[in-house]
């Protein structure tokens, strides 16, 4: 399993926590420092969809002018954004060992992943 995220971000540390507490053997993956995989995030997008894996939340969307904010309307659109910025990315985006992908921290849920 790997989880992909920036390491000072507040909700990926509280994953890797909460995994890490469980014994759940995983990898991280740091996008500031390894980037973004283009391929990962192709799929990312098609299982989760554009809307989920964009954090329109973030301080990252929010910085962007109107403009920007404006060109981001489809999946093609938001991976262009989304590879220029990743910190735009919600996170975590975890790849389970099934072949999963979940985007952000859902303890309840991942717990059921769990068993």
């Given at each position: 399993m790997t989880l992909y995220g920036i390491p000072n971000c507040d909700t990926v540390k509280k994953a890797r926590a909460w995994l890490t507490e469980r014994g759940v053997d995983h990898t991280f993956h740091d996008f500031k420092k390894q980037g973004v995989p283009p391929e990962h995030l192709a799929r990312?997008?098609?299982?989760?969809?554009?809307?989920?894996?964009?954090?329109?939340?973030?301080?990252?969307?929010?910085?962007?002018?109107?403009?920007?904010?404006?060109?981001?309307?489809?999946?093609?659109?938001a991976a262009e954004l989304l590879m220029q910025q990743p910190s735009a990315i919600k996170r975590p985006v975890v790849e389970w060992g099934d072949g999963a992908i979940t985007v952000g921290f859902a303890p309840d849920a991942w717990q059921q992943r769990l068993g």
């Open positions: 990312w997008l098609a299982a989760a969809g554009w809307d989920k894996v964009l954090n329109r939340q973030g301080t990252t969307w929010r910085k962007l002018d109107a403009a920007a904010q404006a060109a981001v309307h489809d999946a093609a659109s």
